[in-house]
């Protein structure tokens, strides 16, 4: 039961023995799915519009996922914090920001590689790049925000209601391509009709999509276990001077 | 067959994938780091052992 589950892990002691051999099975997932991505990916031949440029699909679209998805995490982790007031949903959502803010710079990064040769342009301020831009910048402002507040409770509580309000940007990144004209690709993978792209495409982009998740979910709990022992090290610490 | 060949696309594709490739290890590794450095520090502090 997903319930069960979650209620189990909310105990940092059930959590550490979890993510001990979780963190290191995610990661080793990771590396051979994403090995496999990029043998599939570049044994695929060449686009018949976008020539050898289709081979940066692989990287830029799993990283755009990614900046997407540890957002949705980012702010599971900060409601579960602000209304449940658990630590661990605090450790697990400042874990996340700097992995989410990394994968969305290198969506960021490598769109803009990929648009120069097949726009003419390496930005434009078009509705996806935008909304994407917004969604680094709401990063940043949550990391910012953490390490300018000194009380760590009020730091928690007050990233955790501007992480909310950047949920809101979520679906306008995902929606943005269909509700506004667009210079950027609109859906291709998944579409009512199915997916739109060659499976010679669609198969190094399945898998390294899910390699990239593997490794955000891997990392994402290396840094909780960080996070944890970094507040039972100041816990300890407090207690020591005072 | 591998085609490692991006012909005219090269300045683009290569550094995409060598960003992508160095943003991904620096990021495994400044997390493991940090992961090392706060359970020693919080072993240190506590004064045992801290696994799992």
């Keep these: ?242 | 067959m591998l085609d490692l060949d991006m012909g005219k696309y090269a300045a683009f594709v290569w550094p995409a994938y060598a960003v992508t490739a160095v943003t991904l290890i620096g990021m495994v590794a400044l997390s493991l780091r940090r992961s090392a450095r706060w359970r020693r520090e919080a072993e240190r502090l506590r004064g045992g052992d801290e696994r799992p």
């Design chain 1, 1 to 242: 039961m997903p319930g069960d589950m979650f209620s189990a892990l909310a105990n940092p002691q059930r959590f550490m023995s979890f993510s001990r051999w979780a963190a290191p099975a995610l990661g080793a997932a990771a590396a051979v799915l994403m090995a496999a991505g990029l043998y599939l990916g570049f044994t695929a031949p060449e686009d018949y519009q976008q020539g050898d440029t289709v081979r940066i699909m692989f990287i830029h679209v799993s990283a755009a996922w990614m900046g997407m998805f540890a957002y949705a995490c980012l702010g599971g982790a900060s409601f579960f914090g602000l209304v449940f007031r658990h630590s661990l949903a605090d450790a697990a959502a400042r874990a996340c920001a700097p992995l989410g803010a990394a994968f969305t710079a290198l969506a960021l990064v490598t769109g803009s590689l990929w648009g120069r040769p097949m726009w003419g342009a390496w930005w434009v301020w078009d509705a996806r790049l935008t909304s994407v831009l917004v969604l680094f910048l709401f990063y940043l402002g949550y990391m910012a925000l953490q390490a300018a507040i000194e009380d760590e409770a009020k730091a928690d509580r007050a990233s955790a209601i501007l992480s909310l309000v950047g949920v809101v940007n979520l679906p306008i990144v995902h929606w943005s391509v269909v509700w506004w004209n667009s210079l950027h690709q609109g859906e291709s993978v998944f579409t009512r009709s199915g997916s739109l792209m060659a499976p010679v495409y669609l198969w190094p982009l399945g898998l390294m999509a899910v390699g990239y998740t593997c490794l955000f979910g891997s990392l994402w709990l290396v840094r909780t276990r960080a996070e944890v022992w970094r507040r039972r090290a100041r816990a300890a610490a407090i207690k020591a001077a005072g």
